[in-house]
């Protein structure tokens, strides 16, 4: 791997060719806010204490247009004042505090015992088989079936929702696929339409009848609105936990003295949970757009730019993390940005921590070594961080 000292950030293969973290250590070094060039450019913040105040400072730094790099690239989302992350205040702030009592402590709690369940069982059934692909067989099968639990989602729809998300998700370039992903998107938003009518019209127990009925700003959400913040949830919820399960295995398996640490109780299981988080770093940017003139880390940005924050460079600072590039699961404090910061932060990071504490807790249980027997398919995004599959056994 070579370590350029320009790269094209827009480019998805960027960091499966380059070494990002030396990459980001010499942006941080010598040029830690600097415009890249593009149609249109865009600014790149690198530095954890410049990406922790942008994601602070809601009135200078918009989401309403899109919070992801390709998407602000594009024209911007359609989802924008509408569905919870791509919302600005006042409006965020109803519809956010609509989503915190929907996620009550009793429905979180119901919904982290199914998670220990389906972890241990899974964990369980793996450790048996020899070698697998631990991406398919464990990680795909957690968070998504935690997200339908969390919206009371009829088992058997369960299937067709993951087979339309994987293809709305669907990152290839060719125009059908460009379709049918345009076309899964919808088939998604219908669906969480129909199920909220109907939990409108019968409300139950469940999160979509609470965010369905529930008033924001002296209004209910309109059913568009409901629908698009129920797809925010498997948006947000699906892909992130997935590649941080994913991480996890792959990282105990290079590290197996931390591995043992953790089994033997020498290490604590949430701060291991913390620095898989650091270490994987799921999401490795979100953007904004400037609503005003302001400086950021002594640079002069115009209002309307697009400014990136890159987490991945400030999990990696070394003015935060001793030693930034050691695994540490007793690191503590561990100040990561992984779950963002500020009004944003995400409203899932209880569901996050809870599924890598099952997953480590199950592993710890039953499995003394684990071993990567092939190659990892990395995933080819500027956006998401980390495998698409890791054949492993687990011994
Ligand atoms: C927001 C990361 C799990 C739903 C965010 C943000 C980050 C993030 C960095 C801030 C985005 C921004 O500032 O623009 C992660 C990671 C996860 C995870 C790394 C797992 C390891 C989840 C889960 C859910 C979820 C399980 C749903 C149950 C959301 C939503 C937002 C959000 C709805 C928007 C919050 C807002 O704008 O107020 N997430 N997330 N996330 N996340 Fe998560």
Same mark, same amino acid.
């Given at each position: 791997?070579?370590?350029?000292?320009?790269?094209?950030?827009?480019?998805?293969?960027?960091?499966?060719?380059?070494?990002?973290?030396?990459?980001?250590?010499?942006?941080?070094?010598?040029?830690?806010?600097?415009?890249?060039?593009?149609?249109?450019?865009?600014?790149?913040?690198?530095?954890?204490?410049?990406?922790?105040?942008?994601?602070?400072?809601?009135?200078?730094?918009?989401?309403?247009?899109?919070?992801?790099?390709?998407?602000?690239?594009?024209?911007?989302?359609?989802?924008?004042?509408?569905?919870?992350?791509?919302?600005?205040?006042?409006?965020?702030?109803?519809?956010?505090?609509?989503?915190?009592?929907?996620?009550?402590?009793?429905?979180?709690?119901?919904?982290?015992?199914?998670?220990?369940?389906?972890?241990?069982?899974?964990?369980?059934?793996?450790?048996?088989?020899?070698?697998?692909?631990?991406?398919?067989?464990?990680?795909?099968?957690?968070?998504?079936?935690?997200?339908?639990?969390?919206?009371?989602?009829?088992?058997?729809?369960?299937?067709?929702?993951?087979?339309?998300?994987?293809?709305?998700?669907?990152?290839?370039?060719?125009?059908?696929?460009?379709?049918?992903?345009?076309?899964?998107?919808?088939?998604?938003?219908?669906?969480?339409?129909?199920?909220?009518?109907?939990?409108?019209?019968?409300? @139950? %127990?469940?999160?979509?009848?609470?965010?369905?009925?529930?008033?924001?700003?002296?209004?209910?959400?309109?059913?568009?609105?409901?629908?698009?913040?129920?797809?925010?949830?498997?948006? @947000?919820?699906?892909?992130?936990?997935?590649?941080?399960?994913?991480?996890?295995?792959?990282?105990?398996?290079?590290?197996?003295?931390?591995?043992?640490?953790?089994?033997?109780?020498?290490?604590?299981?949430?701060?291991?949970?913390?620095?898989?988080?650091?270490?994987?770093?799921?999401?490795?940017?979100?953007?904004?757009?400037?609503?005003?003139?302001?400086?950021?880390?002594?640079?002069?940005?115009?209002?309307? %730019?697009?400014?990136?924050?890159?987490?991945?460079?400030?999990?990696?600072?070394?003015?935060?993390?001793?030693?930034?590039?050691?695994?540490?699961?007793?690191?503590?404090?561990?100040?990561?940005?992984?779950? @963002?910061?500020?009004?944003?932060?995400?409203?899932?990071?209880?569901?996050?921590?809870?599924?890598?504490?099952?997953?480590?807790?199950?592993?710890?249980?039953?499995?003394?070594?684990?071993?990567?027997?092939?190659?990892?398919?990395?995933?080819?995004?500027?956006?998401?961080?980390?495998?698409?599959?890791?054949?492993?056994?687990?011994?």
């Amino acid at each position: 791997m070579t370590t350029p000292t320009e790269l094209d950030l827009t480019d998805a293969t960027a960091f499966v060719r380059h070494d990002a973290y030396e990459f980001w250590r010499d942006v941080r070094k010598h040029r830690p806010v600097y415009w890249h060039e593009g149609n249109p450019g865009f600014w790149v913040v690198a530095r954890h204490a410049d990406v922790l105040s942008c994601y602070a400072d809601v009135r200078s730094l918009s989401s309403a247009r899109g919070t992801v790099l390709d998407v602000l690239l594009s024209g911007g989302d359609s989802a924008g004042g509408k569905m919870l992350a791509v919302t600005d205040r006042p409006r965020h702030r109803e519809m956010r505090n609509l989503m915190l009592r929907a996620f009550s402590p009793r429905v979180l709690g119901a919904v982290e015992e199914k998670v220990w369940e389906r972890t241990s069982r899974l964990i369980k059934t793996v450790t048996r088989q020899g070698e697998f692909d631990f991406a398919a067989e464990v990680a795909e099968h957690i968070p998504m079936n935690t997200i339908c639990d969390l919206l009371s989602i009829p088992e058997a729809d369960r299937e067709k929702l993951l087979r339309w998300n994987k293809l709305a998700l669907s990152s290839d370039d060719a125009e059908s696929d460009r379709l049918d992903s345009l076309e899964a998107r919808n088939e998604i938003i219908g669906y969480f339409m129909d199920l909220s009518r109907h939990r409108r019209g019968d409300p @139950g %127990d469940d999160v979509i009848s609470m965010i369905a009925t529930a008033e924001a700003g002296g209004r209910p959400l309109t059913l568009e609105e409901v629908a698009l913040n129920c797809y925010s949830l498997v948006l @947000g919820g699906d892909e992130s936990s997935r590649v941080s399960a994913i991480c996890a295995v792959k990282t105990f398996a290079e590290h197996p003295a931390q591995w043992r640490a953790l089994r033997e109780g020498s290490a604590a299981i949430d701060t291991a949970v913390e620095e898989v988080l650091r270490w994987a770093t799921p999401a490795m940017h979100f953007a904004r757009t400037a609503t005003r003139d302001m400086r950021i880390g002594g640079r002069q940005v115009r209002a309307g %730019d697009i400014v990136t924050l890159w987490n991945t460079s400030a999990n990696n600072d070394e003015e935060v993390f001793d030693q930034p590039r050691r695994f540490d699961p007793t690191r503590s404090p561990n100040k990561h940005l992984s779950f @963002g910061h500020g009004p944003h932060f995400c409203v899932g990071a209880f569901l996050g921590r809870a599924e890598l504490r099952a997953l480590l807790s199950a592993l710890t249980e039953s499995v003394a070594e684990i071993e990567v027997c092939g190659e990892p398919a990395p995933i080819y995004s500027n956006f998401l961080n980390g495998y698409a599959s890791l054949p492993v056994a687990f011994r």
